[in-house]
Structures are given as C-alpha cells and as structure tokens.
C-alpha cells in the first residue's frame, strides 16, 4: 500500500490553475448575491422567476458539461478554459444592458454553458497536476479557492448593488472573469498526448452512480443558492452577503485543512459524512428561522458541501480510464448543475406554497437518500485502497 507522493503539488501551473479558478468563481459569487435580488427588486418579479433565472444556467451547463470535458480530452483543457472565459464575459456585459427577464435567462443558459467548460476544464487541470496519490488533494485545493471567489464575490456584489447599482456589477463580473482568462493563458497545456479519448459524447459510465449520489447530495444547495439571500432579509440579516462569507469560509477552511482527508479515509467515509452534515445544516436552517440559526445552519451546511463534491468526484475519477478524466469530470459537474437548476425550479414550488423553511426541508430529504444510494453503491463496487 503506497502513500501520497512528497512531490510538491504547489507548483507555478498549479498555482496559475487556482488564480484562473479564484476569479471565475468570484463571478459566480456576484451573480449568486446580485441576480435573485435584481430580479426581485428592479424587476418585480416572484420567487419562481427568481428560481428560473437562476436556473437558467444551469441547464446549459448541463448540456455543456459532459461535451466539454469530451473536447478537453482530445483537444486539450486550455482551450476549453479560454473559450469559456470569453463567452461568460460577453453574457455579463449583456446583462449590464438591463434585459428583461424574457432575455436574462437565454443569457444566463449560454453563460452557464460556458461556466461549466471552464470549470470542467480547470479542475481536470488540477487533477492533471496532481502526484500520484494526492488527486483528491488537488481537487480539494482547487475547489477550496473557488470557494474564496464564492465569498468574495457576494461581498463585492452587495456592496454594488448597495451604493452604485446592477449595471457596475454584471461589468465587476466580466472583468474578474476576463482576469480568469488572462491567467489560464499561461497555462502549459496538461492533456497527455499518448491519450486517447474515447469517440462518443455521453458522459462516462463510471460517473453515473458516483454522480447521482452528488445529485441528490446537493438538491439543497440548489435552493439555498436561490433563496438563502431572501431568506436573510425575511429573518431580519441586513446583509445577506455575509450568509455567503460564513458559508464560503467553511469550506474553505475545511477543504484546505482538510484536503488530504478524501485521500486517507477514502471516498466512501468523507461523502458519507458529508452527506450527514448537509441534512443537519438545512434541518437547522429550516427549523430555527432567526439571524444566529441561519449562520450556525449555514456554517453546518457548508462542512458538509465542503467534502461532498472532493470525495464523489475523487471516486468517479478512480472509476475512469486515464483517457476520459475530464469527460468524467464534466459528467460530474453537470450533475451538480442538475442538482442546482432542480433545486432553483423545483424547491421555488415550495418556496411559494410553503416558505423557505420547506425548501430546507426537502433538500435534506433528498441528501438523505444520496447517503442511501452511496452506501448501496459502495457496498457493490469495490473503492481503492485508502493511503494510510
């Protein structure tokens, strides 16, 4: 049984990969803060446009993801990163237009489509980078600073939003996403070139399951990406980018100082226990609806979404051939982004018929049975030995 290799992880391309990283989801975390509250506030519109305009992107990641990752396979994961980047940056300056809603959520497909290839893109980079041993390290790593964007960027958006207004916003997002680009521009390209991509675009096989389990796992922060800003102003937080700062500073925390964790104790212990953590986090956000239980379930919540995502996709890439991890990865992530667009569609229904409260509800009954499905799914598919 070997261990980790000591080979350093934090190398200049692995460190150009977190800065492109860092940037983007700084984008992310602006649109997160600003766009469920533009669409209520400037355009007056209900909690199911909210969940449809913020699920719009949602769908064209889903469409995009998995090709993405097929053309990083066989074309090469920069190129992939760079187009993204200039397509997300022309959807936030087309937001800065002030569209309706009948426009903002084609734009919001599109990008989406776009912010799916470049995540798929910079996290295969990260995996690429990766000594032996330590994949779920670097996963952790890469994601633990997309997370710091995920903090800053609501910070910076309700500032804006605050003091300015929304058209310096969407043009905040398109230069941090312009930032992105410029970094992954110098990136050595990290596909190997004795790889052979497999021909098909389906996602991979070995995804599947490990995917659903994510799915169902994250339901819920497809509903707290949505309304949590909502929620904070109803319990009486003045500032609900803050929600954000606590969230996004759990997970980084715990992805950096635990980032070895998915290697060590191996996928099937780290998604469990994540999965645990989000169901206490949102039965707490939905039972103890106040300032102090909204930032103790938020702080719950996000030990548990810390870990989800570096222990599932540390078992699906184990699962996967050398020649389809970014395929697998964009398989991956696309179930995220179902997760997500389901959570911004489906947990609005509740949303209007039953209060934020029960969008909690139902995003811990569903991580609930993502804990059933990984149990059943380790129990029938051996996981590789966990270094010790």
């Given at each position: 049984m070997r261990g980790p290799s000591e080979t350093s992880l934090l190398t200049r391309p692995f460190v150009l990969a977190m800065a492109a990283t860092t940037a983007a989801f700084a984008t992310f975390g602006v649109l997160i803060l600003a766009l469920p509250l533009y669409v209520r506030d400037e355009l007056g519109r209900s909690d199911l446009a909210v969940g449809l305009a913020v699920g719009a992107a949602s769908i064209g990641a889903i469409v995009?993801?998995?090709?993405?990752?097929?053309?990083?396979?066989r074309r090469g994961r920069r190129v992939v990163m760079l187009g993204g980047a200039a397509v997300m940056a022309l959807g936030y300056l087309a937001l800065a237009l002030a569209p309706p809603l009948g426009a903002i959520i084609p734009i919001r497909a599109v990008a989406g489509a776009a912010e799916a290839a470049f995540v798929v893109a910079s996290f295969t980079v990260a995996a690429d980078l990766a000594p032996e041993g330590r994949t779920g390290e670097a996963v952790s790593l890469i994601t633990a600073v997309a997370y710091v964007g995920l903090a800053l960027g609501p910070l910076a958006g309700d500032f804006i939003v605050s003091s300015v207004g929304y058209p310096l916003v969407w043009t905040l997002a398109a230069l941090l996403v312009t930032t992105a680009g410029v970094a992954a521009i110098a990136l050595p390209d990290t596909r190997r070139e004795q790889e052979e991509a497999p021909h098909g675009w389906l996602p991979p096989r070995a995804a599947l399951l490990p995917g659903l389990v994510l799915l169902l796992?994250?339901?819920?922060?497809?509903?707290?990406?949505?309304?949590?800003?909502?929620?904070a102003r109803e319990v009486?937080?003045?500032r609900p980018g803050l929600v954000f700062l606590v969230f996004a500073g759990i997970v980084v925390v715990a992805r950096v100082f635990g980032r070895t964790l998915p290697d060590r104790l191996g996928a099937r212990v780290a998604a469990s226990s994540a999965c645990l953590a989000v169901i206490c986090g949102l039965l707490v956000l939905a039972a103890w609806q106040s300032v102090p239980g909204l930032l103790i379930g938020t702080a719950i919540f996000a030990a548990g979404q810390a870990f989800a995502y570096p222990a599932v996709a540390l078992l699906a890439s184990a699962r996967a051939p050398v020649s389809e991890q970014s395929a697998t990865f964009g398989a991956v992530i696309a179930f995220v982004d179902v997760a997500l667009l389901s959570g911004a569609l489906v947990l609005s229904i509740a949303a209007e018929a039953s209060g934020y409260g029960a969008v909690f509800v139902a995003g811990a009954v569903s991580a609930a049975l993502g804990l059933v499905l990984l149990v059943r799914i380790t129990a029938a598919t051996p996981e590789p030995a966990a270094a010790p």
């Open positions: 995009a993801g998995p090709p993405a990752g097929r053309i990083a396979d796992a994250l339901l819920g922060f497809g509903g707290f990406n949505a309304f949590v800003a909502l929620h009486g937080l003045e």
